[in-house]
């Protein structure tokens, strides 16, 4: 009966741990969703971040044309000129007209940044 017991409650251990393992899943997609803009940046904000603004920083224009032709279909009908937008940025990025570029990055976050910050659908959207 003892020996029953102890079967058992290995069972249950695996059981418990289980669940537990995939529980974890969803909550990291949960906190990403959860972004506030700030302290817990949204994908995009947090790509933008890293992948335009730090390589602008330093003048590494070559590794925002990688990024920027990473996401040029991200708009999708939301943002119907995104990938107009993007194409232009990475044309004038491969040029070296960093004043135009700069108008670039401009002209895309004046037309899309209020609309991206105000769709939930759009803030939780992944990196392609
Ligand atoms: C095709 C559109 C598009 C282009 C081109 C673009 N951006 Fe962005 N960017 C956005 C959007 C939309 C956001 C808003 C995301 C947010 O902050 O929530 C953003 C956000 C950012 C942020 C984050 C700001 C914050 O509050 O954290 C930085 C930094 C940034 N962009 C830099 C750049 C730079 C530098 C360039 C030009 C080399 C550039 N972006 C070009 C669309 C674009």
């Given at each position: 009966?003892v020996?029953?017991?102890?079967a058992?409650?290995?069972?249950?251990?695996?059981?418990?741990?289980g669940?537990v393992?995939?529980?974890?899943?969803?909550?990291?997609a949960?906190?990403?969703?959860?972004?506030?803009?700030?302290t817990?940046?949204?994908p995009?904000?947090?790509?933008?971040?890293d992948n335009?603004g730090t390589?602008?920083?330093?003048g590494?224009?070559?590794?925002?044309?990688?990024?920027?032709?990473?996401i040029q279909?991200?708009?999708?009908p939301d943002?119907k000129?995104?990938?107009?937008?993007?194409?232009?940025t990475?044309?004038?990025l491969k040029?070296?007209?960093?004043?135009?570029v700069?108008?670039?990055?401009?002209?895309?976050?004046d037309a899309?940044?209020?609309?991206?910050k105000a769709?939930a659908?759009l803030?939780?959207?992944?990196?392609?």
């Amino acid at each position: 009966m003892v020996r029953m017991q102890k079967a058992w409650l290995a069972v249950l251990a695996v059981v418990v741990t289980g669940a537990v393992g995939v529980a974890a899943l969803p909550s990291t997609a949960i906190a990403e969703v959860q972004c506030n803009g700030t302290t817990k940046p949204c994908p995009l904000q947090k790509w933008m971040r890293d992948n335009a603004g730090t390589p602008m920083a330093s003048g590494d224009l070559a590794a925002i044309v990688k990024g920027i032709e990473k996401i040029q279909t991200f708009g999708g009908p939301d943002m119907k000129d995104w990938t107009k937008l993007a194409k232009k940025t990475v044309d004038d990025l491969k040029a070296n007209k960093t004043d135009d570029v700069k108008a670039d990055c401009k002209a895309c976050h004046d037309a899309y940044k209020a609309a991206y910050k105000a769709n939930a659908a759009l803030r939780k959207r992944p990196i392609p």
